[in-house]
């Protein structure tokens, strides 16, 4: 079992950057692959990023490739998303989640967190 909470979005503006947290519990973080994703009002849950279990492999979603890095400090049981050059369609409620394997569909994942919301204005 993982419980999973979000923290550090906001309102920035176009251009600006955040970095998003997802502190996790449970003794078995280190075991799972974990991803981001976002989900704008009226729009489908998207696939932003994800990162094995070691983090030496990360995927990321077109529309951020080049902008976003995932990373993990599994000492911290954390991971984490940085966002540089942020746009207002960057503008949804970031969501971070846990799955045994390395996945861009968010029906494969089995553990969600809240969700932050990251807000940017042009």
């Known amino acids: 079992q993982v419980q999973l909470v979000e923290s550090g979005g906001g309102l920035v503006q176009a251009g600006g950057s955040l970095r998003l947290s997802c502190a996790a519990s449970?003794?078995?973080?280190?075991?799972?692959?974990m991803g981001w994703f976002r989900q704008a009002p009226g729009k489908e849950r998207e696939f932003v990023a994800a990162?094995?279990?070691?983090?030496?492999?990360?995927y990321y979603g077109d529309s951020v490739r080049g902008r976003f890095t995932i990373s993990r400090d599994n000492a911290k049981i954390s991971v984490y998303l940085q966002m540089n050059s942020l746009k207002p369609e960057d503008t949804a409620v970031y969501y971070c989640?846990?799955?045994?394997?390395?996945?861009?569909?968010?029906?494969?994942?089995?553990?969600w967190g809240q969700g932050t919301q990251v807000t940017v204005s042009s």
């Open positions: 449970g003794r078995t973080f280190s075991r799972y692959a």
């Open positions: 990162i094995n279990w070691t983090g030496g492999r990360t």
């Open positions: 989640a846990a799955h045994y394997d390395l996945g861009y569909a968010a029906n494969e994942y089995d553990y």
